[in-house]
């Protein structure tokens, strides 16, 4: 516990925090991508690294700088993202998915552009593997798991269920309904659940301070009893 009362609070502790949008190829030189900056996950690994963590960040296409403290790797499409998470996961103490992680990729992808023809064109596309419920799956007693939910409709109700369903220890519930929540903003509006369904409602913030609810949040978590 003396950790918690240090300044440096996570002082060697190693944390994996995902980011970013992921950029699905059709052909070389089209992809399906969404519109996540990147902005909430880099805010949350420069957060973790102030408080002293070894951050693993893992980011798809990005315009954001992360700090030089934070170590970083780059992927474009929900499959490397995987494997990267794969490989970092054991070793994270806390792990924050906030990645924008395509569903859905093209079944196939074109080696050469696609011409366009008098026809329309249909895409097939395939599920992409759920990052965060496979690594809910392999999660180990001690290990923390943090996913986000970005939801339009019956906002609460699918995130609780999603904090079941894929094994989470926290939350975060990104409503896209309020004007001061959403993609590319600098601003955020959140709130956070728990296992035990215990709701934490925050005002709307910069995605900085937000990033320092998220982080308090987790850090209560190894509070005692
Ligand atoms: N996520 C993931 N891998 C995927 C899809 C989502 O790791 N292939 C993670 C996201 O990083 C986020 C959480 O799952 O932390 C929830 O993402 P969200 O898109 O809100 O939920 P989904 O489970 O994908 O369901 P839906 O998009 O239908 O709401
Ligand atoms: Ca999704």
Redesign the pocket.
Known sequence: QERILSSLPLAGVKVMV?AGP?YEPIDPVRFIGNHSSGKMGFAIADEFAGLGAEVTLISGPSAMQSVQRVNRIDVTT?AE??EA?QANFEVSKIT????????YTPAQVATQKIKKSDDDLKIELK?????????GKRKQEGQIL??????TQNEEE??KG?LV??NLDL??L?SLNDPGAGFQKDTNKISIFNRDFEKQVFNTKSKTEVAKDICKAILNLFKPL
Request: aromatic content about 2%; hydrophobic content about 55%.
């Open positions: 995902t992921t929900a993202m995987l998470c924050v998915m906030s990645a924008a992680v395509a569903d599920k992409t593997i759920d990052i965060l419920a496979t690594l943090v996913g986000f939910a970005l939801e699918h995130a999603k369903k894929k939350i975060v990104n």
